[in-house]
């Protein structure tokens, strides 16, 4: 079981930046590639980035350059540094791990999420 605490957002003007925060609680952190998602107001849920155990990331490209997914496996934490945010990137962004191979349409495990909202 492993359970995930978000934190970090906010309201920021476009332009700036945001750095969420993950906790993940278990001791099976190491098993799964540790993720972030986003639901825009009106929209599906879509995958923003992902890393995995040994520090691959992996982006949506929209966000490609702008994002970085961090790691540390020492303190079950994950964190994404968002900079030049846009209005498009306002949503409620999710912390969720996955076992690899698996889709993060269907992710095993997920927290409650945090809003960003980014103003013009």
């Known amino acids: 079981q492993v359970q995930l605490v978000e934190s970090g957002g906010g309201l920021v003007q476009a332009g700036g930046s945001l750095r969420l925060s993950c906790a993940a609680s278990?001791?099976?952190?190491?098993?799964?590639?540790m993720g972030w998602l986003r639901r825009a107001p009106g929209k599906e849920r879509e995958f923003v980035g992902a890393i995995t155990w040994d520090g691959v990331r992996y982006y949506r490209d929209s966000v490609k350059g702008r994002f970085t997914i961090s790691r540390d496996n020492a303190k079950n934490t994950v964190s994404l540094q968002m900079n030049s945010l846009t209005v498009d990137d306002t949503a409620v962004y999710y912390c969720?791990?996955?076992?690899?191979?698996?889709?993060?349409?269907?992710?095993?495990?997920w927290g409650q999420g945090t809003q960003v909202t980014v103003s013009s």
């Open positions: 969720a791990a996955k076992t690899a191979g698996s889709s993060w349409q269907a992710p095993r495990y």
């Open positions: 278990g001791r099976t952190f190491r098993d799964y590639v």
